[in-house]
Every structure is written in C-alpha cells, then in structure tokens.
Nanobody
Framework: VQLQASGGGLVQPGGSLRLSCVAS????MAWFRQAPGKEREFVAA???????VYADSVKGRFTISRDSAKNTVYLQMNSLKPEDTAVYYC????????????????????WGRGTQVTVSS
C-alpha cells in the first residue's frame, strides 16, 4: 500500500487548508501530525463509512472524509491556529480499527511521507 499526501502550505491564523491522501489500499485511514521536538500525535481517523474519530484539539475545526471512488482521504482544516503547525502524515491500517485503537500510532501499517502545514502571520 502506498500513500501520497499533499495540500500543505503556509496559511495565516484563522485560515483553511485541505489535505489529500491518495491511497492504493487500506481499511481504516487516519491523519497524524508531528511538530518539531514533539511526538507524533493523532489528529483524525476514518474507521469506516460515517464512523469518524477526532482529537479533542481539532474537534469542530477539522473534518476527515473519504472518497472511495478516488481512493482518497481528505482532511479539511478550518480556523487554523499556530499550534496546528506540524508535518501531517496520513496512515492506513490493513484492518478496520475499533475506536480505542484508532488513535494509536502503532496500529497503522502504512504511512505516507508527510506534508508541512505552517500557520503563521
């Protein structure tokens, strides 16, 4: 399975970006992010159709969605804050994850290369 993330960039606080991840396979899909000097952290997961999981820090601002026909997972990010600055990674698992698993880094089998998101004025 190969994952290709895109859509990152520089945006002002309060702005929006949409990340895309084209995946050649996978069941549950997710976005993680990693800021300099910090551990990789969970952002959002698409477990299966309509079953979504979000980190508290992005709930209400970010939306994960999936277009199966295009094999693409999206992360719509609105009301961006400087603390959202990080490299964003998409990930895929071979299995459909239960909710308690979806936030864990170690359950995902495949990772994309990451795309930089910088929120700054």
């Amino acid at each position: 399975v190969q994952l290709q993330a895109s859509g990152g960039g520089l945006v002002q606080p309060g702005g929006s970006l949409r990340l895309s991840c084209v995946a050649s396979g996978g069941n549950s899909m997710a976005w993680f992010r990693q800021a300099p000097g910090k551990e990789r952290e969970f952002v959002a997961a698409y477990r299966w159709r309509g079953n979504l999981v979000y980190a508290d820090s992005v709930k209400g601002r970010f939306t994960i969605s999936r277009d199966s026909a295009k094999n693409t997972v999206y992360l719509q990010m609105n009301s961006l804050k400087p603390e959202d600055t990080a490299v964003y990674y998409c990930a895929a698992s071979r299995l459909t994850l239960i909710q308690s698993q979806a936030r864990r880094v170690d359950v995902y089998d495949y990772w994309g290369r990451g795309t930089q998101v910088t929120v700054s004025s």
